[in-house]
């Protein structure tokens, strides 16, 4: 990669919002800031729909930069340019070098003029820049159709060029679409299930049920990665690792055997709402994919979702498992989410689940769970709680916001 003096990142959908669009990028950009501040001091300013990130320290690690800002959601493009003075002889000199090591056989000139007072037209600028590249980069040719290389030009209050350009993660920019409370198990489908929505702007809370000991402390810090995982992109999440065992083992005991999953379900979606409500969260989000598993039929999913009242999203519901696979790989969340460890649906599974439950027998069978509120209290604020950001994970207080 050719010399990087700072890096402009251009974005899609909130250039395109109205009145409101200088909220979402002030929100962009306190994002861009608070992801790079681990990572040195910076200077990151805003005109016309381009962000300007430039490192103020020598030693910056631009290639790290660039890795973090493609977990920024909101961020269409990343382009890592040089800077140089608003003369063509700077800016030939300099698309020179951008072009030098660059390896295609072909390369087009595309450029910007956001400073209309500079003499040249785009088109002029692109023909001279073009034809010094030419003379200067041996057996490069020029393709306008399809080129290997598109050696870019903006000229704004400087004059930037850059040869490479990385797609950034899209999307809208954390913290600008509310919270919701996110059902994380340890599996593949719930990370990527709160990717997409966190892709959209919201903030995550994840709630997470284990059962010690039929899950082991191993389990419960796989959740945590992946939770770590996920919140690169969120901005952080706020993790409730509640205590499941009393009640599943209460269900086990009290209800019928193929009703076991479905009650389990409805009981995990009460607890999460009380845990979304805690925080203000207004929906609840799963992995389910229909027809997945047997409490994922239509006729199951009606059923948990008559449990809660906050609106239930699903974001993998019409995914095939190879296609929610292909963004868990993109996310870097695969290999975590494959580490065999048990999960609290999967011990209790009975071997013969009703896959079309109706509603009316599932709450006349939930009836003999007499203790049923006091223990979903009990689980609520029995929950261990952390914040999750940056790799870090703290342990906060559980009452505190009550
Ligand atoms: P995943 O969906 O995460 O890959 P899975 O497919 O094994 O795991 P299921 O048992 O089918 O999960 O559960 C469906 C959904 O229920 C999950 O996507 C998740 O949102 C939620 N869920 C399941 N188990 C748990 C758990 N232990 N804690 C929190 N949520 C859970
Ligand atoms: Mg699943």
């Known amino acids: 990669m050719h010399k990087i003096d700072l890096i402009l990142l251009k974005y899609g959908e909130i250039a395109l919002k109205g009145l409101n669009r200088p909220k979402f990028e002030q929100r962009l950009l306190g994002n861009i800031s608070s ?9 990151i300013k805003k005109a016309q729909s381009t962000v300007y990130v430039k490192p103020l320290d020598e030693d910056a690690d631009m290639n790290a930069v660039i890795k973090r800002l493609k977990k920024v959601f909101g961020i269409v493009n990343i382009c890592p340019a040089a800077q140089c003075d608003k003369d063509m002889e700077s ?11 660059l390896g295609g056989k072909t390369f087009k000139v595309e450029t910007k003029r956001e400073d209309k007072n500079f003499p040249l037209t785009s088109p002029q600028i692109s023909r001279e820049v073009g034809g010094h590249v030419l003379k200067t980069a041996g057996n490069l040719k020029v393709d306008v159709h399809d080129p290997d290389i598109l050696l870019q030009v903006e000229i704004r209050e ?3 060029v850059y040869a490479e350009k990385f797609s950034g993660a899209g999307g809208m920019p954390s913290g600008s679409g509310g919270r919701a409370a996110l059902l994380l198990s340890g599996g593949i489908d719930s990370p990527v299930a709160g990717w997409m929505v966190a892709k959209r702007g919201v903030t995550l809370d994840a709630v997470y049920f284990h059962s010690p000991p039929y899950t082991s402390e191993r389990a419960k810090d796989k959740v ?9 992109y969120s901005m952080g999440i706020r993790l409730y690792s509640v205590p499941f065992t009393d009640i599943q083992l209460s269900i086990i005991e009290n209800c ?12 995990m979606m009460r607890i999460a709402e009380k845990i979304a409500v805690k925080n203000g969260d207004l929906a609840l989000v799963t992995g389910e994919s229909i027809g997945q598993v047997a409490s994922q039929t239509l006729e199951a999913l009606r059923c948990t979702d008559a449990a809660a009242t906050l609106p239930v999203f699903r974001p993998c519901i019409g995914m095939d498992k190879e296609e929610i696979v292909t963004i868990s790989k993109k996310i870097d969340a695969y290999e975590t989410s494959i580490q065999p460890y048990e999960d609290c649906c999967t011990i209790f599974v ?35 709680v952390y914040d999750i950001y940056g790799g870090s994970v703290t342990e906060i207080s559980n009452r505190k916001e009550e």
Request: with cysteine; charged share 30%.
């Open 350 to 384: 009975p071997k013969h689940p009703k896959t079309r439950p109706h509603l009316d027998e599932v709450l006349e069978a939930e009836k003999a769970l007499s203790d049923i509120e006091r223990m979903i209290d009990e689980a609520v604020y029995g929950a261990e």
């Open 224 to 232: 945590i990665d992946l939770a770590k995982i996920v919140s690169e």
């Open 35 to 43: 992801a790079l501040a681990p990572l040195g001091r910076f200077s």
């Open 91 to 101: 800016i030939k000199d300099t698309a020179a070098a951008c072009m030098a090591g």
């Open 158 to 160: 400087e004059a930037y």
């Open 256 to 267: 019928p055997k193929n009703y076991l999953t479905i009650i389990m379900r409805r009981i």
